[in-house]
């Protein structure tokens, strides 16, 4: 299975705990904050001025 951008981030990081790290390194403090309850990974990475697809594709390469 590979992580999609449509994917919640709170079940990615439970799901992929080595992801973590990769969030980290784009600066997203996703374990902390409450809007990644509820936030897809696509609007986590909007919200934060990321490319979303960039992102995914680090993601699955830690996974």
């Known amino acids: 299975m590979q992580i999609t951008k449509d994917m ?3 079940d990615i990081v ?3 705990p080595q992801a973590v ?3 980290q390194a784009y600066g997203m403090g996703c374990i902390g ?3 990644a309850r509820f936030e897809t990974l696509e609007e986590g990475a909007n919200a934060h ?3 979303v697809d960039d ?3 680090d993601l ?3 996974i």
């Open 8 to 10: 919640g981030i709170m």
């Open 60 to 62: 699955n390469e830690n």
């Open 21 to 23: 790290s990769v969030f």
């Open 33 to 35: 904050c409450m809007a």
């Open 55 to 57: 992102l995914v594709d």
């Open 14 to 16: 439970n799901k992929y």
């Open 49 to 51: 001025g990321i490319n």
